[in-house]
């Protein structure tokens, strides 16, 4: 287990919800490149951002039956060419900056198979390596928009271990059961807040996961007023460490990960226990 600190930052951004309109994903490419620099400079060696950072395409602006009925969606609208010029740039600033980005995204797959709602991790170098792509899916998510993903995903950096979760995913205590067997330190969790004041229990939820797992949870959310969310990170035993703006502006929290006595023995108890069950 690592025994150095490992600091990380996670932002709320502004989120938009038209892929076809090409000034508005540069608008959150731009934004997302400027928190990223307020990262770097607060010394993070990583930042998470939210569902939805470039894009949280809408199902009735991607709807093949137009705005006013909801129907299969038509990927042929969106800008692919402006939202992965967005990405490149993300992509070669983490670089540059030298520090860690976990950037959602849509992925585009050959037609007509539809796209995955997904989170691309840049390293430090300025390289994608690894993918995660949100595998519980809404049901207009599952009957619309998207392909849904079959696997977990880890990575590690400086020697902590982090899994991923998109969207509805941190809803099913399974997935989280299966990143405590992968021994990570942390989940990243990003998750794109709806309608007034209906997201209180998505950090209430957040907060149980971090405590049953004794892990850290990061929890990027939109820079969405009046949604009764904000970004902030949870430690191994489900208190808020950090959070975003209260205002839920734009903006980063920052705070420091440790390796936490309570993970250890969490961990080592759950694993024995299962042991002895499935003797």
């Not at 928190?35 to 939805?52: D, S």
């Not at 170098?125 to 899916?137: H, I």
């Not at 696997?151 to 990143?179: H, N, W």
Request: hydrophobic share 40%; aromatic share 6%.
């Amino acid at each position: 287990m690592p025994e150095t600190t490992l600091r990380i930052a996670v932002a709320q951004s502004t989120v938009h919800q038209d892929p076809t309109d090409p000034a508005l994903l540069r608008s959150s490419g731009a934004e997302v490149r400027q928190l990223m620099r307020q990262a770097a400079e607060a010394g993070a060696r990583l930042v998470h951002f939210t569902e939805g950072a470039i894009c949280f395409p809408s199902k009735h602006v991607m709807s093949e039956l137009g705005p006013d009925e909801v129907g299969a969606s038509d990927w042929s609208k969106a800008d692919w060419t402006v939202l992965q010029s967005e990405l490149d740039k993300i992509t070669a600033l983490s670089g540059e900056l030298g520090i860690w980005t976990v950037i959602p995204s849509v992925h585009q797959l050959p037609a007509p198979t539809r796209p995955r709602n997904s989170m691309y991790v840049v390293s430090d170098a300025g390289e994608v390596v690894t993918r995660y792509d949100e595998r519980m899916l809404s049901t207009t998510k599952i009957t619309w928009m998207y392909t849904p993903g079959t696997k977990p995903v880890t990575f590690e950096v400086d020697g902590y271990r982090f899994g991923l979760a998109l969207g509805l995913d941190l809803l099913f205590p399974e997935l989280s059961t299966e990143y405590d067997r992968f021994a990570v330190d942390a989940v990243l969790v990003s998750y794109a807040t709806t309608g007034i004041g209906q997201n209180e229990h998505i950090g209430v939820q957040a907060r149980g996961t971090a405590a049953n797992n004794t892990c850290w949870i990061s929890l990027a959310v939109p820079a969405n007023p009046g949604a009764g969310l904000d970004a902030g990170v949870i430690d191994p035993r489900g208190n808020w460490a950090v959070q975003g703006p209260a205002d839920s502006t734009p903006g980063i929290a920052v705070t420091d990960l440790h390796h936490a006595e309570v993970t250890t023995i969490g961990r080592e108890f759950r694993s024995r226990t299962r042991e002895r069950v499935s003797s």
